[in-house]
Each structure stands twice: as C-alpha cells, then as structure tokens.
C-alpha cells in the first residue's frame, strides 16, 4: 500500500520512529500506549536518536578540525538527563543563565567545559558561576565584566561575543546579529575592538576569543561561511593590535524538518561544511588555527522529540472551519504564538490513514490565539484520539509555563522499548507550593 503523506514525514522525521499496523512508535514504544499510561499532554523523547545525533556532530568535527569542541545549548531542552546523556560523550555546554549552569552541574557536566553565555547575567550569577569554577564567561557587556573583575580570584576565561552583521535566512525574532540586536559587541562600528582593548587591562581577566551566535533555524551553509570570513577578518584586525585569538566560537543555529518544506543539511554537512571553511580562512588569512567551538541545541534534540495530546471539543463553524481541541496548547508550545512556528501531526493509532479532513488544533488556554496548527488535513476525529506532534524536542519543555494554572507536561524517555520519565509530572499542590497568604509586618522588621 502507498504510504500517505504523514507516514513518509514521521519516518523522514525522526531516526527511531516507525508505523507499524497504522500506529505510531517512537524509540520502540507505541505512543497511543504512552499516552495511556502517563497522560496527556506528554513530551516523548528519543534518547537513542539525540545521542547518535550528538555522538555524529563530536566524530565529524574532532575529524575535520580536531582542536574544537561541541557544547549543547542547554537552552533547547534542559534537565539533569539530558546533560547525563550527552557528557559522556565529550559535550560540553552552553548555559544562559544560574538555573541551566545548576542543571548542568547537577547532570555531571564538566565545569571546565561549560561556556557561560547571556546578555544581563546578574551579580549572584556571576558569583555563582565564578565559585563552581565555570570554564568560560561569553562577555556581553561592560556591566558583566566589572562584575567578572569583582568576583574572580584569579585570571578568569573570557570571550566576547560579537555581532558580526550577517543577515541570517530565518525569522526576524530569532536572527541575533541584525544592526540593532541585542546581543553582542558590533564589528562594524568598532566598539568590539574597544571594549577587547579595554578587557586587557583588568587585573582578573584573561581574554582567550571571540564569540557569534547568527540566528537559528538556518538551512543554508552560506550564512556560516559569510560569518566565519566576517570572525577571522576581525581576527586579523585584533592580531595586528597585539591581540591573540586563541578561541573561536561560532554558535549553532542548525535547520530541523518540521514541515516538508524545511530541508536541513545533515550533521556531517553542517559541522563539516563549516570547519573545511574555517580550516581554509585561517590559512589565506595567515592566521592562527583558533580552538574551535559549535554550540548546535535544537538539532541534538529536537526530532528527538514528539508531543501527544488528547483531542477533546471538535467544533464545525459552517462555511469556514472545523476546531479540534487538544488537551495542550500555548502553555506547553508557545511557539506558534511567538514565531509563527507550523508543524505538522499524525493520529497516533491510525498513523498512515488517508487525510481526508481539514482541521484547525486549537490549544484548551483563553487565548483566540491558542491555535497550535491552523489548517491540517487528517482523518475524521473523534474525541478520545491520539494526536502526535513531530519535531517537539526543543524549545516546548523549555519554553512551557503554567499559563491557566495549566501543568507543565512531564518528559518521558523512550529507548528499545522501554520508557522512562526524565521529567516527572506536577500537581496541583505544586501549583500553589510558593503561593504566599499576606501576612503584613511593618517595614525593616
């Protein structure tokens, strides 16, 4: 029988995702049966497929530029298991904030090998990141490096970030080096050359590279290349002031498939791709070979993962649509909201069934907004059904709230079978665990 349109994206998809007897599996597992047992909504992730993905970027760059290092951008997807997963692999990390770098730690990541990143770290997080002996601080402003100089008691790791100017191909909201964004120090006008001149003096500092982060969900090699020739001209301009570069960090922003349009490069074409560049950059440039960092979070992780929801109302309003209801919503997704993000979706138990039906998924929040895919074709529903979004695994946990006093779904792990979960549910108590009863007392008493 030819495969529908939706079984060929599940198995285009994800690595350990199949439909066997028109149901969907994923790590082995039947997700009309994990839905059964844990609930929904639910966050299923597939340990085996984000640790081939992680272990293939590590092989091809220690193969094609052996001085670097992978770090997983916590934001994407952070918990304990996900840093457990990925340090024995030779990961290190990129955090943004003191409750990632805790995370992190608590996952057994490698001190030494996490890169403190962020635009407004505060004082108590510079603090805290200083005394767990934090690798490296991604400077984004004076601000932070006087509270860096404060707080170190010997020379601590430094790199800048920098905005080298490179329109990257994706959504406004999530491109970082525009003229006006931000983050980073810009190249253009000069003021990264000068606040690098003025690091060079504090006692506690000690400036190892540069750092550029060019957006995220980007497909095509040329942004990187146009960033790596942008990166090594200022290293050549720092180089003829006395300054060495000895690290370079070029951020991720690596494409995942979340609807047929989207064609991502593999991890060999991405990581290789950009260090056969940077390999020929530095060498026209007479340059020095700098460490070289990448920092791709969404690519490890987020086919790696699927969310499954209940449908509940389904509502025909004549002559325009037809709302299915689903049990999540903006709470646990809100990147519809945010960045227009589109998915795409099977029915768990009749996953390669004719499409025969156009749906709007509406998300159970008091949002007219809470509309998590706005015109899908699928078979009939009818409440009860199994609903399975693709390509959840980053950005959704991260990201979800309890908006309407909704839960944060749980994440399960699914491998060979077997299911596990790597973040437990939460209750209603939890709901209310730091709600406070007023209780007044005068003031400084």
Known sequence: MKKSNAAATAEMCFGELKIENHRLKIGGCDAAELAKKYGTPLYVFDVNYAVKTAAAYVDVLKREYPDSTVCYASKAFCCTAIYNLLAPLGLGADVVSGGELYTALKGGMDPQKIYFHGNNKSEAEVEYAVKSGVGYFVVDSLYELELIEKHAKKKQNVLFRVNPGVEAHTHR????????????FSIADGTAENVILSALKYKNINFVGIACHIGSQIFEPQSFEIAIDKMTDFIVRLNSLGVT??????????????????????????????????????????????????????????????????????????????YAAVDGGMFEN????????????????????????????????????????????????????????????????????????????????????????????????????????????????
Do not use: W
């Open 173 to 184: 909201f999530i491109q970082t080096t525009t003229p006006d964004s931000k983050f980073g």
């Open 245 to 322: 570069v000895e690290q370079l960090d070029l951020g991720g922003g690596f494409g995942v498939h979340y609807i047929d349009e989207d064609k991502p490069l593999t991890s060999e074409q991405y990581m290789a791709n950009s260090a056969r560049y940077l390999a020929a950059a530095v060498q026209s440039r007479g340059i020095k070979k700098p460490h070289l960092i990448f920092e791709p979070g969404r690519s490890i992780v987020g086919e790696a993962g699927i969310t499954l929801y209940t449908v509940g109302a389904i509502k025909t309003i004549k002559d325009l649509k037809t």
């Open 334 to 445: 809100p990147r519809v909201s945010l960045y227009d993000a589109r998915y795409t979706a099977v029915v768990a138990t009749k996953a390669d069934a004719e499409r025969d039906t156009l749906y709007s998924i509406a998300g159970k929040c008091c949002e007219s907004g809470d509309i998590l895919i706005d015109g899908i074709m699928l078979p009939k529903l009818t409440g009860g059904d199994i609903l399975a979004t693709f390509t959840t695994g980053a950005y959704h946990y991260s990201m979800a709230s309890n908006y309407n006093r909704n839960f944060v779904p749980p994440v399960i792990a699914v491998k060979d079978g077997k299911s596990a979960y790597m973040v437990k549910p939460q209750t209603y108590e939890d709901l209310v665990r730091n709600d406070a009863i007023l209780e007044f007392s005068e003031d400084g008493k």
